[in-house]
């Protein structure tokens, strides 16, 4: 079996400083890779996006970002849209959108879910970003943006199929939209930092008529009856459960120390929740 070019990125280290945003432009803006891409315009196109999902409410905040590109998906809309071979996937693994062959074929630009190729209006064809491939063709191990990234995000790996599937399970690793059927070959760790949801809260307890953070207790949540999550609370009070599902109901939350215990009841919408000041209660 072949080896296929892969892209892992780890959305919990990048810090949305876009230096891999502007190494693809370095890379494209303005240089024709004939066979691979034609130039990409300098204003305008973003063949590495970066997304960013804020999450939580004062003082439980958090902003975290994402690199998104195109998927190189092995069962790819863009490639079933496109007429006269305009899109064509490599043996290994990449899909290239040919800079001649897709002239005048918007249509390819629509058929790709995750908006991810740009039109080029001057030139008239759909452009997204080709993996680098011209220059892992020459023998580079690593894209432009991967060699660029101060945060480690990136990983570049050419294996087989079996093999990164073991990668996958090993690592909790997932793709964008898996209910699409796509099939794609960038995949994303910690992506529940972008999907998912998690509640916090700040508990305290009175201690000689005096309000304290109440550090180092155990807190619980159950769903329907069945635990989910558990987290300890830091010195100053606060503790975060995460990986919980946007519109999910029927939890209940419980912080117990000896200096007493609280129980919260409630249900998530699409965002993340700050309980807000939880008080003990001597039981
Ligand atoms: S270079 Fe790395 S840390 Fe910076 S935006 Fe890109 S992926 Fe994120
Ligand atoms: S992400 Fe879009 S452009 Fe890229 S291969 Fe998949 S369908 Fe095609």
Sequence with gaps: MASKWNLIVDVARCDNCRVCFLAVKDEYVGNDFPGYSAAQPAQGHNWLDIRRKERGAYPLVEARFMPVTCNHCDDAPCL????????????DGIVIIDPEKSRGQ??????????VVCWNEERQIPQAWPFDAHLLDQGWTRTRAEQACPAHAFRTIKVEDEEMRRIQADEGLEVLEPGLGTRPRVYYKNLHLMTQCFVGATVVAQVAGIEECAAGVVVVLEQDGREVGRATTDAFGEFKIDRLEPNSRGYRLQAAAPA?????????DEESRYLGVLTLAAA
């Design 80 to 91: 079933k849209a496109a007429r006269g071979e305009a899109v064509r996937k490599r043996p």
């Design 106 to 115: 918007r249509q390819i630009v629509d058929a790709c879910p995750y908006g």
């Design 260 to 268: 007493g215990r609280c129980t919260v009841q409630f249900d998530l």
